[in-house]
T-cell receptor, first 115, second 113 residues
Framework: GAGVSQSPRYKVAKRGQDVALRCDPI?????LFWYQQALGQGPEFLTY????????KSGLPSDRFFAERPEGSVSTLKIQRTQQEDSAVYLC?????????????FGPGTRLTVL | AQKVTQAQTEISVVEKEDVTLDCVYE???????LFWYKQPPSGELVFLIR??????QNEISGRYSWNFQKSTSSFNFTITASQVVDSAVYFC??????????FGSGTQLTVLP
């Protein structure tokens, strides 16, 4: 079956522009996560959804970052007024249940470059 | 707070050599899960293994093996008879009661022909 997909794969934005990054999780997966991966670093947690509920957004670096998952499936991560420090790969992952036991399946990521 | 340390930033080996990637973690929870992921140049994180804190049995899967030792808070990963296709960045990760993963900084493994 299809894995996690993300679009666009690459995004170049001018500083100050708004961007929207999309994640299509594996069908039927309850949990959805967003991570930010800076160059040469491990992914860092941004936010977590269980179905349509955003249960944890403690990793969002500022109020310019906003995520939604209105129907409990596709999710969008929006970054307003992008800054150069927002340049990173944004990874989406999904998991079949809401427990902590199951592995997370990752998408290919969106590489965001802010000029 | 939880923390994962991968002290080896880069490792280079010649094909067919064995290589061990180290992972040390910190947690206050008694129930937790440990993971290893592989990130090839394409960028997608590929799940390799999950262990829970109550199962310290070592595991072998083909050329891969994992050594989990709670006494030293380590979860090391060994590739036997390495191959060029094993070249990638490998991440160790920890999950506590919260559902998100805490990753180490990764180890870049290069296997030379």
């Amino acid at each position: 079956g299809a894995g996690v997909s993300q679009s666009p794969r690459y995004k170049v934005a001018k500083r100050g522009q708004d961007v929207a990054l999309r994640c299509d999780p594996i069908s039927g997966h309850v949990s959805l996560f967003w991570y930010q991966q800076a160059l040469g670093q491990g992914p860092e947690f941004l936010t977590y959804f269980q179905n349509e509920a955003q249960l944890d957004k403690s990793g969002l670096p500022s109020d310019r970052f906003f995520a939604e998952r209105p129907e409990g499936s596709v999710s969008t991560l929006k970054i307003q007024r992008t800054q150069q420090e927002d340049s990173a790969v944004y990874l989406c992952a999904s998991s079949s249940t809401g427990t902590g036991r199951n592995e997370q399946f990752f998408g290919p990521g969106t590489r965001l470059t802010v000029l | 707070a939880q923390k994962v340390t991968q002290a080896q930033t880069e490792i280079s080996v010649v094909e067919k050599e064995d290589v061990t990637l180290d992972c040390v973690y910190e947690t206050r929870d008694t129930t937790y899960y440990l993971f290893w992921y592989k990130q090839p140049p394409s960028g997608e994180l590929v799940f390799l293994i999950r262990r829970n804190s109550f199962d310290e049995q070592n595991e072998i899967s083909g050329r891969y093996s994992w050594n989990f030792q709670k006494s030293t808070s380590s979860f090391n990963f060994t590739i036997t008879a390495s191959q060029v296709v094993d070249s990638a960045v490998y991440f160790c990760a920890l999950r506590e009661s919260a559902r998100q993963l805490t990753f180490g900084s990764g180890t870049q493994l290069t296997v030379l022909p």
